[in-house]
């Protein structure tokens, strides 16, 4: 039974809380909508707001998120939880020997060496000062008490649980310090960060709700279970197809055949080549037919077995004592706690660690159509702009649509987004433009939503539902085909 004291935590948490989704989104020639990608996760979600928009617009935006916080916080403390640390993959001796072993098979490590040479990549989430910037003077005008922390642990003193905070502040530009909380103070968490980040003391507890779920956004961090979980429904017509690429997911005969029936405008590549990992390289490649013909060449001309793909979904990979000391302090720390790791003593001073390890994302690589987006006209220049589209709802409605559009006035030719001499500029989209999204994706969000909650009930369920993309990937070659 739930404990009656005022000092002691109660079970309250009342229906699911609310999903905070971001949709890379194209808005497509024939004024439709294709989907690209969806993550969950504020730290990606209040990106934009925190980088893109400024002024009124972004508080604009973000109010309907702090209003609904204050709904379920009632009149307790929202807290942020914030880890702007980006989680990425090593990469030890034996991940190497491992890709010589089946090299045979085609494997794609392109992120790799972007990885390994990546100095001042991005973080997945804007530092607490750019947060509360929009934050903190919204929160105050609609009377809401906010704080934010960087570390969130449960300790039991005096036999009750209590929640220690490190980095704990109520304006976000004021320097952190230590405390203590009961939970019953929360009212609501929001967790601001990597998925994998999230604080292992937060998961399983009932005291308030935590936005996002994090078993949705870990699942989301996983390319392939987008497509997965809407497969066979309505709204998977809105997703841009995928084809998983590298280790024998696909045949070289395969991919000339999606290539075949591809068609884009002169100077625009037919494919865009993606990390299947949200943890590896950001960027991505784009690809013309010389070079969808070359990726075709690398691949074998059967598949994989089944049972041999299975087997490297996540394999165990060994660590060397050497490696594990070069480590940085935080991807130490989530390595540590990786389950079912191991170590072997060797009994003269040395081990080695061995973990599960995502050997198969990390190895191959998603392959699909490009696809022509609708030129925008902009209404700061009043001319026709190329770009890409980031769509953020939170309780299924949309909060913010935003153009990132490239600032030379459209002129025919395809330029990239990601690279950092193409200068780029963001604008909300029209009203007009909003409600058309709201029409087509609200149904597209409850969908993904609705399947998350009925098949994702914990870490096992992401592994299986990885192993049926897995066991299916042939028929998603069909499909690209028709």
Not at 23 to 37: A, I, N, Q, R, S
Not at 442 to 460: N, T
């Amino acid at each position: 039974m739930p404990l009656s004291s005022s000092n002691r935590p109660v079970a309250r948490i009342q229906g699911p809380s609310p999903r905070y989704l971001a949709l890379e989104c194209v808005l497509t020639t024939d004024h439709g909508v294709l989907v690209l990608d969806a993550r969950g996760g504020v730290g990606g979600g209040l990106m934009p707001l925190a980088r893109a928009y400024g002024g009124r617009g972004a508080r604009h935006r973000l109010e309907p998120f702090l209003r609904r916080l204050g709904e379920l916080a009632g009149k307790r403390l929202i807290l942020f939880v914030h880890d702007p640390f980006a989680a990425r993959q090593p990469f030890p001796d034996d991940f190497f020997r491992l890709v010589e072993r089946y090299s045979t098979l085609g494997p794609i490590t392109d992120w790799v060496p972007d990885l390994q040479g990546a100095k001042g990549l991005p973080v997945g989430a804007p530092p607490i000062e750019e947060m509360g910037a929009f934050i903190d003077p919204l929160a105050s005008r609609l009377r809401l008490r906010m704080a934010y922390c960087n570390v969130a642990r449960v300790e039991h003193r005096d036999r009750e649980p209590k929640l220690l905070l490190s980095g704990y502040r109520e304006r976000a530009r004021r320097p952190g310090t230590t405390v203590i909380l009961s939970p019953n103070e929360v009212g609501v968490a929001v967790f601001s960060g990597s998925a994998k980040r999230f604080p292992d003391d937060l998961r399983q507890q009932e005291w308030f709700p935590v936005v996002n779920p994090p078993l949705l956004d870990e699942a989301l961090e996983h390319k392939w279970l987008l497509n997965e979980l809407l497969h066979g429904t309505p709204s998977a017509k809105l997703l841009a197809p995928r084809l998983p690429v590298g280790l024998g997911m696909v045949s070289g005969q395969e991919i000339r055949a999606f290539s075949d029936h591809l068609q884009a405008p002169g100077g625009f590549p037919l494919a865009v080549l993606e990390p299947s990992l949200q943890s590896l390289y950001p960027g991505r490649r784009f690809l013309d037919r010389t070079a969808l013909r070359a990726l075709a060449a690398r691949q074998p001309e059967r598949h994989a077995p089944r049972e041999l793909l299975d087997e490297l979904l996540c394999p165990s990979i060994s660590h060397r004592y050497e490696e594990i000391t070069g480590y940085h302090g935080k991807q130490l720390d989530n390595f540590l706690r990786t389950p079912a790791a191991r170590v072997q003593d060797h009994g003269d001073g040395t081990f080695h660690f061995s973990a599960p390890y995502p050997f198969l994302e990390t190895t191959v690589s998603l392959l699909r159509p490009y696809v022509e987006a609708r030129p925008i006209r902009s209404r700061k220049t009043g001319k026709l702009h190329r770009g890409a589209l980031r769509v953020v709802t939170l309780d299924r409605k949309i909060v913010a649509a935003v153009h990132h559009l490239v600032t030379e006035p459209d002129d025919g030719t395809f330029q990239d987004l990601g690279r950092p001499e193409v200068a780029t500029f963001y604008e909300a989209a029209s009203a007009e433009d909003e409600a058309m999204l709201q029409e087509q994706l609200g149904p597209f969000v409850r969908e993904l939503e609705e399947q998350s909650e009925a098949r994702i009930r914990g870490a096992e369920d992401t592994g299986m539902l990885l192993r049926a993309w897995v066991r299916r990937h042939g028929d998603y070659a069909v499909d690209l085909r028709h």
